[in-house]
């Protein structure tokens, strides 16, 4: 058979040699993205796996150097600042033999000598913590083991120099250095807990200056820890305000607790009595009962009321602790601090102008100020002409010491009601956001009335007087409500005061919870307890806030008048 040729065979064969030729191309191509595919999988799961640990232990690097600002009083003492310590990590993907890593850590720490610790060890974890805020002998013990994935990070821990003086003001952090009470919370609230969450956050803040002087601050600890003990009270609180600008310039109470073992304030008793509780405040709302009928117009200071009896409303009758059974006038009602004659002025202007009164200087809502630990008032659920008598002196209402420190600010400063604060306020800033709630005259003749309840024979202020200070004040004595009703043998006690009276700076609020005679035979009222700790707290710090002592016969005028 005649071999093929012409030109039929010479395509088919130039055809079978580009079918040949393609498909090596094909197979070569196949090749090489079965390689290089191998290689950016490879590559890809690098990616996500490796540096996935990396950015594991970046974050948490991120997370411990973020800084907090300094935190200082107003004459730039710190109450608050960041300290550096180390912390003990691991990396368990690079921890060669768990068994005997955690072996050698025992060593330093046996409570990391477990299973537990073992197996987390072994997992494929990326990062864990071992232990917290180590000592410097301790990182260097741990180094020394030399142990391959067991690492340190310089953490900011938060230090508080002056421990539980201001505990109740500053707050403190948890371990994260986060802060979850008192201006340490109300800053991260603010804005800082903004910017370490942006991961903006550095360690060059500036300092936050509150408007607390420390000198004040240890005064008022020490004072009210010392009445505490004295009178073997349940607990205690004070409260100073400079009642023209609103600023806060000391608050504590005890028992309380170390910022820098935020556990104890979990416990129920070292409460923040001076602003995150209310009370029934007795006598004290006396000021403001008295002030809501001058300023009402329907009371004059010359007017006399019968409290020759008790009053009796509603079915019950109001009787005074220690009544003087006669007609007194409305200066007699407060320094003798009637229930009855109160109680009389406060129907004269009824319930609806008492609510009106108690909404305009505060005392119905939460007090307006940066401190996140306040309390709302507990009011009555119904507004009877019973209820307008009791709450006159304090019972059936409860306030937050702060709220009753705002509101008696008011009445002593001119009129002007101003929200507290915990920051640096100057006085014009004040008159920018105050708010007039009284006259001007009916906040002058409360001046007269309380420095009349302390320089007048009878007075329940006397206890209170310190030479020279020109102070004015009024005590509160409330019985206590227990399973429904109110107690003969337990009390709350409060000194409200003022100074120097006839230009009023300062306010200072003191209560006493539960307190007891002094020694058997004396009766616990606030002008036995209260009013001289209030008196020793004004004869300390009067000194440190400028106000110069005066011994001239300012005081002789009042004592005609009356």
Not at 10 to 30: N, P, V
Not at 166 to 186: M, R, S
Not at 281 to 292: L, N, R, Y
Not at 463 to 474: F, L, M, N, Q, V
Request: aromatic share 6%; with cysteine; net charge neutral.
């Amino acid at each position: 058979m005649a071999a093929a040729t012409g030109p039929e065979f010479r395509a088919s064969a130039r055809r079978g040699a580009g079918d040949t030729m393609r498909g090596r191309l094909i197979l070569a191509s196949a090749c090489f993205v079965l390689v290089y595919g191998t290689i950016i999988g490879r590559l890809v799961q690098m990616g996500v796996s490796l540096p996935q640990e990396s950015v594991t232990l970046g974050n948490a690097q991120a997370a411990v150097s973020a800084a907090r600002p300094d935190i200082l009083d107003r004459n730039g003492e710190i109450l608050a600042t960041d300290i550096k310590f180390a912390s003990l990590y691991a990396e368990p993907r690079r921890v060669v033999d768990p068994d005997e890593a955690t072996e050698q850590l025992a060593t330093v720490f046996p409570d990391l000598g477990t299973d537990a610790v073992r197996q987390r060890l072994a997992s494929k974890q990326g990062f864990l913590w071992l232990k917290r805020e180590i000592t410097p002998a301790q990182q260097a013990a741990v180094h020394a083991l030399g142990i391959p994935g067991i690492g340190f990070l310089t953490e900011n821990k938060r230090f508080y120099p002056s421990g539980r003086t201001v505990a109740f003001v500053t707050g403190h952090v948890n371990i994260d250095n986060q802060g979850i009470a008192g201006v340490e919370k109300y800053i991260d609230d603010q804005w800082l807990g903004d910017l370490q969450r942006a991961g903006m956050a550095s360690n060059n803040f500036e300092p936050i200056k509150l408007s607390i002087d420390l000198r004040v601050q240890q005064v008022l600890h020490d004072e009210i820890t010392a009445a505490m003990q004295r009178y073997t009270a349940k607990a205690s609180a004070a409260v100073v305000m400079n009642v023209k600008t609103g600023e806060v310039v000391g608050m504590t109470s005890a028992p309380d607790y170390d910022p820098m073992n935020p556990a104890e304030a979990l416990d129920p008793n070292n409460m923040n009595r001076a602003s995150a509780a209310v009370y029934e405040m007795g006598s004290t709302f006396k000021v403001f009962a008295t002030a809501m009928a001058l300023d009402s117009g329907k009371v004059s200071i010359t007017d006399s009321f019968d409290a020759t009896r008790g009053l009796t409303i509603g079915g019950f009758t109001i009787n005074d602790f220690h009544g003087k059974h006669r007609v007194l006038s409305v200066p007699e009602i407060f320094i003798y601090s009637s229930n009855v004659g109160t109680g009389r002025e406060a129907l004269k202007v009824g319930s609806q102008g008492q609510q009106e009164f108690l909404k305009r200087i505060g005392l119905m809502d939460k007090v307006p100020t940066e401190l996140p630990e306040i309390a709302r008032p507990i009011l009555p659920k119904r507004w009877s002409d019973l209820v307008t008598v009791t709450v006159s002196f304090g019972h059936g209402i409860s306030v937050s010491p702060l709220a009753t420190a705002m509101a008696a600010s008011a009445v002593m400063n001119g009129g002007i009601l101003i929200p507290p604060t915990f920051f640096p306020r100057s006085e014009e800033e004040a008159r920018l956001i105050g708010k007039r709630v009284l006259k001007q005259s009916t906040s002058e003749q409360m001046r007269y009335l309380m420095r009349l309840n302390v320089l007048a024979p009878g007075g329940s202020g006397k206890s209170a007087d310190i030479p020279g200070y020109r102070i004015g004040g009024k005590t509160g004595t409330a019985e206590k409500v227990e399973n429904g009703r109110y107690s003969s043998n337990k009390r709350f006690n409060a000194f409200v005061a003022t100074f120097p009276i006839d230009d009023p700076q300062y306010l200072l609020l003191v209560v006493l919870d539960e307190p007891n005679p002094e020694r058997p035979g004396l009766p616990a009222t606030a002008g036995m307890n209260a009013g001289p700790t209030a008196g020793n707290i004004v004869g300390r710090i009067a000194p440190m806030l400028n106000v110069e002592p005066r011994f001239d016969d300012v005081d002789v005028p009042l004592m005609a008048a009356y």
